[in-house]
Nanobody, 131 residues
Framework: QVQLVESGGGSVQTGDSLRLSCAAS????????LGWFRRPPGKEREFVAV????????????TYADSVKGRFTVSREGAKNTIYLHMNNLKPEDTAVYYC????????????????????WGQGTQVTVSS
């Protein structure tokens, strides 16, 4: 059973925008922290962004990798059990396979950057940015 499904990737030019979606099962969406990672060609999977909270009583916060801060925005839509990654001003170095991942339960901003904590991954969606 597929529980995380990414979509929205494509081939674009420098400066263009894309919106990635990660649709989760309701159970996963309600019980997990969801984040975005990417794997550039020839490199390891790296943190991109996460929307998280350390407990049920605290509001969600967004955390970004320095390389995307100010250009990417992560958001969540509860009605659709989906998180999004809005990517603006794309650069060739953003070329990668983008993955959505899930951590069981809550997560602090710092911990959520660690890919080793993510127990579930989607299949990925390719983003290619040409100059």
């Amino acid at each position: 059973q597929v529980q995380l499904v990414e979509s929205g990737g494509g081939s674009v030019q420098t400066g263009d925008s894309l919106r990635l979606s990660c649709a989760a099962s309701e159970r996963i969406f309600r019980s997990s922290t969801l984040g975005w990672f990417r794997r550039p060609p020839g490199k390891e999977r790296e943190f991109v962004a996460v929307i998280s909270r350390p407990s049920r009583t605290v509001d969600y916060t967004e955390t970004y990798a320095d390389s995307v801060k100010g250009r990417f925005t992560v958001s969540r839509e509860g009605a659709k059990n989906t998180i999004y990654l809005h990517m603006n001003n794309l650069k060739p170095e953003d070329t990668a396979v983008y993955y959505c991942g899930a951590i069981d339960g809550y997560c602090s901003r710092h911990a959520c950057r660690d890919r080793r904590l993510y127990r579930l991954w989607g299949q990925g969606t390719q983003v290619t940015v040409s100059s």
